[in-house]
């Protein structure tokens, strides 16, 4: 199976270029080409398989979740000129991550169960099990790790750091809870719980953006709503869309990104079984039926995409 792991493009007026665990970023002054490649990362490792469709699927859905939002708050998005590719204004990023969560799963749950009480300075009341409804969606932000881990932080500290200053985070939280509302209604019309899910956000000239993907099954996690109180009741895993499949398929054979350990092979029928995870979250996030597109001409074709979006 054909896939994108990567691009190593030369434009004309390309001021910079960025390769990051999952995308390659083309700069031109106050604008930047983003291409999603099929590149994998879990616990903050690059997989060493790409997984055919995995970029389109990304990109496609983060366009359709900002194209949603964009009358809460501006976002950084101009085009998407190539099923792998989006266009956008280049922002000053904030050096934090906003992850809100409405559910008890994943990380928080993993902090939880150890005994912990409070993630990112939010208190957490004793008495709940995985996957159960928080009273209230909670912001549990993180640092943005340019190598390594991001590390939970709480406002107190990200104030005090002065990683944000007070008035832009008070806007931050604002649209976090506003974005947040916005996905649990769409994931709603789509039968889906929004468990969790992370923003970022930049800025242009003082004024705050919206940057990065938004509401994917990479920076999102969701449950299927149908039978999900009868699985709390019996104590049952619930079904969920996200890449914790992924995670949950390194767990198991071995792997957490921690010193030592190896990725396990990816066969060629694990990257298939991957890849097919990621065309049905695609078809369930998004509503619609997946055109996948023609990997023949792939690289060849971005690049002239990319040249044509620009002029």
Sequence with gaps: MKALKGTSYSFPNQTK???????????????????????ISAFDVILPE??????????QIAAKNLLATKDICPNWLISTPDPNVAV????????????????????????YRSGKREVCGVALPDGLKENDKLPAPIITPTTKAHE??????????????????????????????????????????????????????????????????????????????EGYEERQQKNEPQKQLSKEFVRQWLIENGFQGKDGQKVPEMTESVVKSISDRYLELYEKVSGEPFDKQDYSNIEKRIESNIITALK
Aim: aromatic share 14%.
């Design 88 to 111: 956008g204004h280049l922002c000053e990023p904030f050096p934090v991550e906003m992850v809100i969560r409405g559910y008890l799963a994943g990380h928080a749950w993993r902090e």
């Design 148 to 225: 390594g881990h991001d590390e939970d932080i709480s406002k107190e500290e990200i104030l005090k750091q002065n990683l944000v200053n007070a008035a832009d985070y008070e806007v931050l939280e604002k649209y976090t809870q506003q974005l947040f509302a916005r996905g649990t209604e769409l994931a709603d019309q789509q039968d889906l719980i929004l468990v969790d899910t992370k923003y970022e956000f930049g800025k242009i000239d003082g004024k705050i953006y919206l940057i990065d993907e938004v509401h994917t099954p990479d920076s999102s996690r969701y449950f299927y709503k």
């Design 17 to 39: 270029f960025y390769s990051g665990k999952v995308r390659d970023v083309y700069y031109f002054g106050d604008k930047m080409a983003m291409v999603a490649t099929d590149r």
């Design 50 to 59: 790409a997984i055919p469709f995995k970029g389109q699927v990304l990109n």
